[in-house]
């Protein structure tokens, strides 16, 4: 999507804190004892008391209003029966539509107590998303993105999932421009527009290179080499002054 108007920018917005409000009451609510389909209800509450529709569900038939993956399961997971134990590593991933606009956003949490190697890998991969996003602005090179995460990540000696990239948003939950590298690519020629709406979630870990897909169920995927990964996201605007993101909570 690119914006072109006030009032698209204003409904985006709109949706973007619907996400992230959503995010932030489950991220509170995260506790040892509980499951990921009650912690999945949080979400679909929030979402659906400001309006919005879980996205995976309308655009995918996704069995659950968020992704909720826990440990090795690093996308996609299915809310269900799953306990969440103390030291859990919990990617919470919310998306949702609301009067025919698309946003996206995600975050990792650490379940107390906490080991001090994951407590430094959570707040990296906020760092990383961050690095990213402060590339965004129209005009630039879109690899400008996976090149500065690529970066920073080698700097602290992480690896990068390689294989899960982020997309545009807005119209439809995935669109063009697809498959945005949140890695080095040196075949990523794209610009961004003014007014371009896309993801900026870069998979950050302490050894994985890949999503894979699991033996459990056609949804989940799992870090591949097993290892402690986070991926943190938010949905972004290229204006010429900069990004805009529009998944911020209230």
């Not at 799953?82 to 609301?98: C, P, Q």
């Not at 001090?116 to 990213?132: E, F, N, Q």
């Amino acid at each position: 999507m690119t914006l072109d108007n006030d009032n698209d920018l204003e409904r985006l917005k709109d949706i973007g804190r619907i996400c992230a409000n959503a995010l932030k009451v489950m991220g509170e609510a995260l506790e040892p004892g509980m499951t990921t389909a009650e912690l999945d209800a949080i979400g679909r509450k929030v979402l659906e008391d400001a309006g919005a529709r879980s996205a995976p569900e309308l655009a995918y038939k996704f069995p659950g209003a968020t992704c909720i993956s826990v440990n090795e399961e690093i996308a996609h997971g299915i809310p269900g029966s799953r306990v969440i134990l103390a030291g859990d590593l919990v990617n919470i991933d919310v998306s949702a539509e609301k009067n025919g606009l698309f946003a996206d956003t995600g975050a990792s949490f650490a379940v107390p107590p906490v080991k001090p190697v994951i407590d430094r890998l959570c707040r990296d991969g906020k760092r990383a998303m961050w690095v990213g996003l402060k590339q965004v602005r129209a005009d630039q090179p879109l690899s400008a993105i996976g090149n500065a995460i690529g970066t920073f990540a080698r700097k602290n000696r992480y690896t990068l999932v390689t294989n899960l990239a982020s997309h545009g948003v807005g119209l439809s939950l995935h669109e063009e421009p697809t498959e945005i590298a949140t890695w080095p690519d040196r075949h990523e020629k794209r610009r961004m527009t003014d007014g371009l709406v896309f993801t900026v979630e870069p998979f950050l870990s302490l050894g994985a290179e890949f999503a894979q897909d699991g033996d459990d169920d056609p949804w989940t995927l799992y870090s591949q080499p097993r290892a402690p990964t986070v991926q943190y996201e938010h949905t972004v605007v290229a204006t010429r002054s900069g990004p805009l993101v529009v998944t911020l909570p209230d």
